[in-house]
């Protein structure tokens, strides 16, 4: 959802008259405390009168309003993308003392071989559990920043690609949280003081600077961006780790990759977790990507549209892109079922999301194993990225 502009004293920028032409290119951007605002004339004279002073700001306004959409975009990804493999096993929630206790159990050793396999299958995401909209986003975003950071990585980069700014990653310690989401594991409740992953995103042409927050609906907040210096002041407890470079190999997709790869055979289930986001990451930008090239737009053009526009183009990207997703997740849900069937009958299974065996996937087999799946789903456009 994009920050509501507050109502404006409906005055012509360049001779003060009452007015009600906007500036197409800065409406509905949203205002900030710095009071810049979108320019309103009473007519086309005043507008072209103004042009050369108002040129500048113009150019920042609708830069900031591209920023704030490309924050409300990546977000609703970062929603569906949560929900298609939500690899949780939820048992039940209780709401009291104003706490969201989430009864979960995602320890390993809990569960049998048999039950592992079915454990590569994610979700069912546990609609019936959640009271309200609100609940649905927290358990969406409860301690999955770090796979906002990671897994969206590309699809961030690709979003914000032709905007001139530089991302970086940022952990810390969040504080003045509005809901408390808490995960209750064996009946235990889980105190850790957990660090929370964010991207920071600073425009290179006035050095405004923005906080990217996908998952920040566990703590209650539901905007994605945020004007740095007010995350810096009301969110922040204290940074974890210095501002790390939001590089192809850097950060928190590196640091997953190589725990994927990890021969660890205690972290067979978190590397089948792992490796099928990574995949399910991989489909998403290409969903995207193959959007963009049926369409004849890009992700860029969407950002700018007047918000009429926008939003009907933004409705029919996501509902492509969710059902790309929801295409992967019963494609593998299938595998997996064959899968059991042949083990059950005591033959070698097919499916090789477990990482099992010679070594699972390495980093060129991933590229292939991925064409692979894309191909067997029927996702083969003609764009094609890993
Ligand atoms: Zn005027
Ligand atoms: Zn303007």
């Not at 980069?157 to 509005?178: Q, R, S, Y």
């Given at each position: ?98 706490k969201m206790f989430i009864f979960?159990?995602?320890?390993p050793e809990r569960f049998p ?274």
């Amino acid at each position: 959802m994009e920050t509501t502009t507050k109502p404006q004293a409906q005055l012509c920028a360049h001779c003060q008259k009452p007015a009600n032409l906007h500036c197409t290119r800065c409406k509905d951007t949203p205002i900030l405390a710095d009071d810049i605002q979108p320019a309103v004339y009473c007519s086309s004279e005043c507008q072209r009168a103004s042009w050369p002073t108002h040129k500048s700001i113009c150019k920042r306004l609708k830069m900031r309003k591209m920023v704030y959409r490309a924050g409300d975009i990546l977000q609703e990804m970062f929603y569906m993308f949560r929900e298609h493999v939500f690899n949780k096993r939820v048992f039940k929630i209780e709401y009291k003392e104003g706490k969201m206790f989430i009864f979960d159990d995602q320890k390993p050793e809990r569960f049998p071989d048999d039950e592992m396999m079915a454990c590569h299958v994610p979700g069912p995401f546990p609609h019936s559990m959640c009271k309200a909209d609100e609940d649905r986003k927290a358990l969406r975003t409860h301690m999955a920043c770090s796979d906002a950071v990671a897994y969206l990585h590309e699809v961030v980069d690709h979003v914000f690609g032709g905007m001139p700014c530089v991302l970086t990653e940022l952990d810390i310690k969040p504080k003045n949280h509005k809901r408390e989401a808490v995960s209750v594991m064996r009946g235990v409740v889980d105190a850790i003081d957990h660090q929370h992953n964010i991207i920071k995103v600073k425009l290179r042409s006035n050095g405004e600077a923005f906080i990217l927050d996908l998952a920040s609906a566990q703590y209650g907040y539901y905007e994605p961006i945020t004007v740095w210096t007010d995350y810096m002041q009301n969110r922040v407890r204290c940074l974890v780790a210095r501002e790390k470079k939001y590089d192809e190999w850097g950060g928190l997709l590196k640091d997953y990759r190589e725990r994927e790869l990890s021969r660890d055979p205690k972290e067979v289930w978190l590397r089948m977790v792992l490796h099928l986001n990574g995949v399910i990451s991989q489909l998403l930008k290409h969903s995207i990507l193959c959007w963009e090239e049926a369409v004849g737009t890009s992700i860029l053009k969407l950002l700018g549209l007047p918000k009429h526009q926008y939003e009907m183009q933004k409705k029919a990207l996501l509902a492509e892109v969710d059902a790309d997703l929801g295409h992967a997740i019963k494609w593998v849900e299938d595998q997996c079922e064959e899968d059991k069937k042949l083990r059950s009958a005591g033959l070698e299974g097919s499916m090789k999301w477990e990482g099992e065996g010679a070594g699972g996937v390495d980093g060129a087999n991933e590229v292939d194993e991925v064409k692979i799946v894309l191909k067997e789903m029927g996702l083969t456009g003609s764009v094609f990225v890993v």
